[in-house]
């Protein structure tokens, strides 16, 4: 099973840029569907955006779409969401896992200043 780690978030004033990463442990990072999920305050975990095992596919919620991009660099065991126009309603905790999922990770906070 691989382990995932978040970094990447901060504060930044609205329509401001993040980029977070997603270290993965283990050998077997390319064999696992990514996913990028976040939890704001008192709201439910929901999904961000998902990349396929070599990176071909993605998907993205609604909420995001145009403005998130998923990627993945399978030789350095890493994923990451580029996050633009950032809007206070994306302040959240973001997560990375794997589909199907596993456990989670710490998280890192994004907080989106207006």
């Known amino acids: 099973q691989v382990q995932l780690v978040e970094s990447g978030g901060g504060v930044v004033q609205a329509g401001g840029s993040l980029r977070l990463s997603c270290a993965a442990s283990g050998r077997t990072f390319s064999t696992y569907t990514m996913g990028w999920f976040r939890q704001g305050p008192g709201k439910a975990r929901e999904f961000v955006a998902v990349?396929?095992?070599?990176?071909?596919?993605?998907s993205y919620a609604e909420s995001v779409k145009g403005r998130f991009t998923i990627s993945r660099d399978n030789a350095k065991n890493t994923g990451f969401l580029q996050m633009n126009s950032l809007k206070p309603e994306d302040t959240a905790v973001y997560y990375c896992?794997?589909?199907?999922?596993?456990?989670w990770g710490a998280g890192t906070q994004v907080t989106v200043s207006s």
């Open positions: 896992n794997t589909i199907p999922l596993g456990p």
């Open positions: 990349i396929s095992k070599l990176g071909s596919a993605t």
